[in-house]
Antibody, heavy 119, light 110 residues
């Protein structure tokens, strides 16, 4: 079964760092993009960016450039998004999704990781 | 504020046909294909339509997509209670060099 399984919910304080993961299984991890999408409480979907695990080619949304860092470990078919210094405004659900080359249609989604940043 | 415009809400009764619009510009819908996503309450989004009008395996043919110029539409025929969800359009945007999501449309089945 093709699936993406994300790491569990996190509760952090402002200024702390965080790295959440997205483990792929059931397909060749290096042949598809992995995208990250933010959904703030009660709000719509926001595209954060994508990474191509084969060569770590990365594209960031202007809104997230410099705020997060994407990475991927081909040896364990896992993608990551990392924050160096969290803010309360980073509180949101974060989804990873598999992106088809060309259309960047996200056909497989992870279950989401809820990140809460509060003092 | 998204560069794509969707109506915030839509509604219909069971069995009806409803249409959700997505208006963009030459840098997104006008020059790229459109994907649509369905997000049921409390769940992750799901790909509903890709490349303007293609349905992934398992998506009922009650769902259809179309595109004309800088606008796209999602149509749902034979509306069912289980279709109550948020719907998002999402093309690539050449100016932003990334995917853009519409603001989302909340569909209510009356």
């Amino acid at each position: 079964e093709v699936q993406l399984v994300q790491s569990g919910a996190e509760v952090k304080k402002p200024g702390e760092s965080l790295k959440i993961s997205c483990k792929a299984s059931g397909y060749n991890f290096i042949n598809f993009w992995i995208g990250w999408v933010r959904q703030m409480p009660g709000k719509g979907l926001e595209w954060m960016g994508i990474i191509y695990p084969s060569d770590s080619d990365t594209r960031y949304s202007p809104s997230f450039q410099g705020q997060v860092t994407f990475s991927a470990d081909k040896s364990i078919s896992t993608a990551y998004v990392q924050w160096r210094s969290l803010k309360a405004s980073d509180t949101a659900m974060y989804y990873c999704a598999r992106g088809q080359t060309g259309t960047i249609a996200f056909d497989i989604w992870g279950q989401g990781t809820m990140v809460t940043v509060s003092s | 504020q998204s560069v794509l415009t969707q109506p915030p809400s839509a509604s219909g009764t069971p069995g009806q046909r409803v249409t959700i619009s997505c208006s963009g510009s030459s840098s997104n819908i006008g020059s790229n294909t459109v994907n649509w996503y369905q997000q049921l309450p409390g769940t992750a989004p799901k790909l509903l339509i890709y490349k303007n009008d293609q349905r992934p395996s398992g998506v009922p043919d009650r769902f259809s997509g179309s595109k004309s110029g800088t606008s796209a539409s999602l149509a749902i025929s034979g509306l069912q209670a289980e279709d109550e969800a948020d719907y998002y359009c999402a093309p690539w945007d050449d100016s932003l060099s990334g995917v853009v999501f519409g603001g989302g449309t909340k569909l209510t089945v009356l």
